[in-house]
């Protein structure tokens, strides 16, 4: 037995990309560190020991690990199988939000289960992204079947409970990924052209429906005096006064003053303590994957790999650009995790399964199966 599955790790390991894996694996060891340097200090804050978030931190990174594994284990069908039947969970556990979520910030995007706060539109992310890329492949391969029309269908039902909870970021971040899995499968200039009519549309529509949405808008372009401002202002002095080489770790200041210095503004907490080199080298760790993946893709004769590499591979960057532009104040703020390095558990989890599809999509065995 041990001989088995000996043979099989070592078939797997040979079969991934190991740039990929190693990166991954680069962020999550970054994230750990990051964790010990930027938790203490919210949770001496609202009365827990100091080491209460990396506790519950290093509790999530073996479930992520072993998600992380055993997602990249599976076959393309199996991945495929899993997201229709999470979709259907998901928008279940959405609505179930609605009505029994916990109100944070004005929004209910959070379950408690067996005492474990849990975020389903996390997981929806991927889920959308591979569901998506599996209707449209279906359609390529079969003209009478309405893979795009039932996309659509499946981006209509989820976007209006993401728009209810509120989470404009989190619709933002799945219809961005749904349009462009549809042009980069072959979408037409005019429907080019209508999605980003639509896109504006939508911005102004959201502008003058969610008074959230609107505020913050206004706070960006106005520079108007409250608490965003004041983050924002703590996250580039952060930037500052960390140099090239950082303070050093725990020696920063923006985590006592920043409230959400340990996931929307932790670039900053590392730009502080760690200073400009840190900040390059997880940008850097970021591009090699995502890089990575696209020359592995590109050499692929599988059109549901290729879409959905492509999709979830969108996915990340945007919500890596989103995090890092929030912390230098390049765009308005926006509550988004630096993927692996932010805390909190849905968030590392999702990605685990992001990562995890990602590396399976890539094998060697994989790039070249036509079966669809």
Avoid at 114 to 128: A, D, V
Avoid at 221 to 234: L, Y
Avoid at 255 to 271: Q, R, T
């Amino acid at each position: 037995m041990a001989v088995s599955f000996s043979k099989v790790l070592r078939r797997w390991f040979l079969s991934i990309d190991q740039v990929l894996l190693f990166s991954v694996f680069a962020l999550i060891a970054i994230g750990i560190w990051v964790s010990v340097a930027s938790t203490p200090a919210l949770a001496m804050k609202l009365g827990f020991l100091p080491f209460h978030f990396v506790k519950l931190h290093l509790l999530v990174v073996p479930i992520a690990i072993f998600i992380l594994l055993f997602t990249s284990f599976l076959q393309p069908k199996h991945i495929r199988r899993l997201a229709l039947i999470g979709y259907f969970l998901c928008l279940i556990l959405i609505a179930c939000t609605l009505f029994w979520g916990a109100e944070i910030k004005g929004a209910r995007r959070w379950l408690n289960i067996c005492g474990f706060s849990l975020q389903p539109s996390e997981f929806l992310k991927p889920i959308t992204a591979v569901l998506t890329a599996w209707l449209i492949t279906e359609q390529y391969n079969d003209r009478k079947f309405p893979g795009i029309i039932l996309s659509i269908v499946s981006l209509a039902l989820a976007v209006p409970l993401l728009l209810l909870q509120p989470d404009i970021g989190m619709t933002a971040i799945i219809t961005c990924t749904f349009f462009a899995q549809l042009f980069i499968s072959g979408l037409s200039i005019p429907m080019i052209i209508t999605f980003l009519a639509s896109i504006i549309s939508a911005m102004f529509v959201l502008y003058i429906s969610f008074p959230h949405f609107t505020d913050r808008i206004d706070k960006f372009f106005m520079k108007s005096e409250d608490a965003d401002v004041f983050q924002i202002q703590k996250s580039i002095e952060a930037f500052k006064s960390g140099g090239f080489f950082g303070k050093g770790p725990g020696e920063g200041v923006v985590k006592m003053l920043v409230p959400d210095s340990h996931s929307d503004f932790v670039f900053s907490v590392i730009g502080e303590e760690f200073g400009f080199m840190l900040c390059i080298i997880v940008i850097a760790i970021f591009a090699l994957f995502i890089i990575r993946a696209i020359s592995k893709i590109l050499a692929t004769s599988n059109m549901f790999n290729f879409v959905a590499v492509f999709g979830l591979l969108v996915q990340i960057l945007m919500q890596v650009i989103i995090n890092i532009c929030t912390s230098l104040n390049l765009i308005p703020t926006k509550g988004m995790t630096l993927p692996f390095i932010s805390y909190g558990g849905s968030s590392m989890l999702a990605m685990a399964i992001s990562f995890g599809i990602i590396i399976t999509l890539t094998k060697r065995s994989a790039l070249h199966d036509d079966v669809f």
